[in-house]
């Protein structure tokens, strides 16, 4: 019924929901929710989930707060099929989203069509980093470009994980005016921020960036870095780099790979 059911659009959909209650196949799934075994309970809400059986909210949201992992992962992703149009309650979630949370609500995004949330700006302000870096995501999925100051303003944030959000968002959603903030931090952040900042620079760099990628191709250690440093300014300056390769073997030897991905 869930395969058939995915198959199909409109009042179909309805015929089937129908059909799945007058069968009283909405009780075997909430006996398998009620189970003790986890991989029963997870099979109940995958049922309730795929079948869209709303009534089911009441019986999944117990379910939230368990104190095993997997169970509230997969009550969670339920429970937010199920109240598809209600995402603005997030906003004021006070518990941490965890991230294969984030990542079953993107995939709902995906398969079911869900509207951004109308209050996706409050999202920035709470005071839950999790829902902050939710809702930079979404802005990203649904290319929305109105926070541009405050996505950029939270480059400077102490959590580096939403650091690293919000430089993927400027990359993506293309925030030119993000330039001189994600040089200025590039020094103090970690290696895997530092390679997004290079990611984001070959995108949205310019003369700014210039001198910075230079100073970075001769003085930067780290061999993976250098090469996204490397690739970068072959974007943004191809003479600039070609000199410098002129000037350093190793550079030359990065820029030979960027250009012909067969040398070694």
Same mark, same amino acid.
């Given at each position: ?135 930079? !995501? $979404? ?10 100051? %405050?996505?950029? +303003?939270? @480059?400077?944030? =102490? &959590? ?65 870095? !250098? $090469? ?10 191809? %003479?600039?780099? +070609?000199? @410098?390769?002129? =000037? &350093? ?16």
């Amino acid at each position: 019924m869930i395969h058939f059911k995915k198959n199909l659009k409109g009042e179909s959909n309805f015929i089937i929901v129908e059909l799945y209650k007058k069968l009283n196949l909405h009780v075997f799934s909430a006996r398998l929710v009620a189970n003790l075994r986890y991989s029963q309970k997870c099979e109940g809400f995958y049922q309730f989930q795929h079948i869209d059986y709303k009534p089911a909210k009441k019986l999944i949201k117990p379910y939230l707060t368990h104190r095993d992992k997997i169970i509230r992962s997969n009550a969670y992703a339920c429970y937010l099929s199920l109240v598809q149009g209600k995402l603005e309650r997030i906003a004021n979630i006070p518990t941490k989203i965890s991230l294969l949370n984030m990542i079953k609500l993107m995939e709902l995004l995906h398969i079911k069509k869900i509207d951004m949330p109308k209050n996706i700006d409050e999202w920035l302000l709470s005071e839950n980093n999790s829902v902050i870096r939710l809702g930079i !995501k $979404m802005m990203v999925f649904f290319n929305y470009a109105h926070q541009e100051e %405050k996505i950029v +303003e939270l @480059l400077n944030s =102490e &959590d580096s994980i939403l650091r690293y959000e919000a430089i993927l968002a400027c990359r993506k959603l293309y925030f030119k005016n993000a330039e001189t903030e994600l040089i200025s931090i590039y020094l103090h952040d970690d290696n895997n921020n530092k390679a997004e900042i290079l990611k984001g620079l070959k995108v949205i760099g310019g003369q700014k960036s210039l001198f910075f990628l230079e100073q970075l191709v001769l003085y930067e250690t780290n061999k993976s870095l !250098k $090469m996204l440093a490397v690739n970068a300014l072959s974007i943004i300056d191809k %003479k600039a780099i +070609e000199k @410098l390769s002129l =000037e &350093d073997d190793d550079t030359l030897k990065m820029l030979n790979h960027i250009n012909d991905i067969y040398i070694l």
